[in-house]
């Protein structure tokens, strides 16, 4: 299992949430499940569905600087 992100749907300014998810290949997950913290998000892919990324530099909470997280970015078969 794995953590990857993906797009918030409903927030105006750019925001991912973390998600569990199985890895297919390097940059290809099947999504397990959402963080708790997000769980009432609108997320842009959710549980059950398998999906490419790409590694972004992102920052999170408290850091200064971005690090390579893998972002969802589009929905595979």
């Known amino acids: 299992m794995r953590t990857i992100f993906v797009r918030v749907t409903d927030e105006a300014s750019p925001s991912y949430a ?9 940059t290809t997950f099947s999504i397990e499940n959402v963080h708790p913290d997000f769980i009432d998000a609108t997320l842009e892919f959710g549980a ?10 992102l920052r999170g909470p408290d850091e200064s600087k971005g690090r390579q997280r893998m972002i969802a970015v589009e929905r595979i078969a």
């Open 48 to 57: 059950g569905d398998n999906v490419r990324c790409k590694a972004i530099a």
């Open 18 to 26: 973390p998600v569990h998810a199985t890895p297919i290949t390097s």
